[in-house]
């Protein structure tokens, strides 16, 4: 009687712990693969930023040892929450940053758009980072269609009259996609107004921050 009923129970025993060491194995290798998930992904994400700041900013920017740390910009003329990338030197002096900024005067909002600034607070280049305007319409004004954002090249507050020339200013605009032309010149002189109104310094980090 002890033999037949200690069997079933040893072998119930032996079954549960199986079970329980294989859910440890998966919990691990879950853990595991999470981690190195996250692990690919920061770095993944660490690569794009390093691709964006090598194409929005003068290559001397980065020269020599440089810190990359992620803000978040919040101001009426720009949007809430906006990343904004400060990069200095190893000293802390400003060398250039990252900015992206909201507008609602286009067609299909959000327009949000990216640009480099140098550390005197001027555009370096400007370019569209989400855009759901009119496929063959409004998209005219990106990169892949012509050359209507290289207008905002090394541009500040002063050195031009923001807006577009069928409004008097000195942009060109893009017959067909005046609206988005015009939202573009009018968002970056709102984000050149928003950076000159602001102590860049004390802009809260994101979380994670890049550095």
Same mark, same amino acid.
């Given at each position: 009687?002890?033999?037949?009923?200690?069997?079933?129970?040893?072998?119930?025993?032996?079954?549960?712990?199986? *079970?329980?060491? /294989? &859910?440890? =194995?998966?919990?691990?290798?879950? +853990?595991?693969?999470?981690?190195?998930?996250?692990? %690919?992904? @920061?770095?993944?994400?660490?690569?794009?930023?390093?691709?964006?700041?090598?194409?929005?900013?003068?290559?001397?920017?980065?020269?020599?040892?440089?810190?990359?740390?992620?803000?978040?910009?919040?101001?009426?003329?720009?949007?809430?929450?906006?990343?904004?990338?400060?990069?200095?030197?190893?000293?802390?002096?400003?060398?250039?940053?990252?900015?992206?900024?909201?507008?609602?005067?286009?067609?299909?909002?959000? *327009?949000?758009? /990216? &640009?480099? =600034?140098?550390?005197?607070?001027? +555009?370096?280049?400007?370019?569209?980072?989400?855009? %759901?305007? @009119?496929?063959?319409?409004?998209?005219?004004?990106?990169?892949?269609?012509?050359?209507?954002?290289?207008?905002?090249?090394?541009?500040?507050?002063?050195?031009?009259?923001?807006?577009?020339?069928?409004?008097?200013?000195?942009?060109?605009?893009?017959?067909?996609?005046?609206?988005?032309?015009?939202?573009?010149?009018?968002?970056?002189?709102?984000?050149?107004?928003?950076?000159?109104?602001?102590?860049?310094?004390? *802009?809260?980090?994101?979380?994670?921050?890049?550095?």
């Amino acid at each position: 009687m002890i033999k037949s009923f200690s069997s079933p129970l040893i072998r119930a025993a032996a079954a549960g712990f199986t *079970l329980a060491f /294989i &859910a440890a =194995l998966c919990v691990f290798f879950i +853990l595991s693969a999470q981690r190195n998930t996250s692990e %690919k992904i @920061t770095a993944n994400q660490n690569n794009r930023m390093m691709q964006v700041i090598n194409d929005l900013l003068p290559s001397e920017t980065l020269s020599g040892d440089t810190v990359t740390v992620c803000k978040l910009f919040s101001h009426k003329k720009i949007g809430k929450n906006m990343p904004f990338f400060a990069i200095t030197d190893k000293n802390n002096r400003p060398l250039g940053y990252i900015a992206t900024y909201s507008t609602s005067r286009g067609y299909s909002n959000p *327009l949000i758009l /990216i &640009a480099g =600034l140098t550390s005197d607070l001027k +555009l370096y280049k400007v370019d569209i980072q989400i855009s %759901k305007e @009119t496929p063959g319409i409004g998209d005219k004004v990106d990169r892949k269609h012509g050359n209507f954002l290289e207008q905002f090249d090394n541009q500040d507050l002063q050195s031009i009259n923001w807006e577009v020339k069928k409004f008097g200013g000195d942009f060109d605009y893009i017959t067909g996609a005046t609206v988005t032309s015009r939202a573009i010149v009018l968002a970056s002189r709102d984000l050149l107004e928003a950076v000159n109104e602001t102590d860049l310094s004390s *802009l809260p980090l994101c979380k994670g921050a890049l550095q």
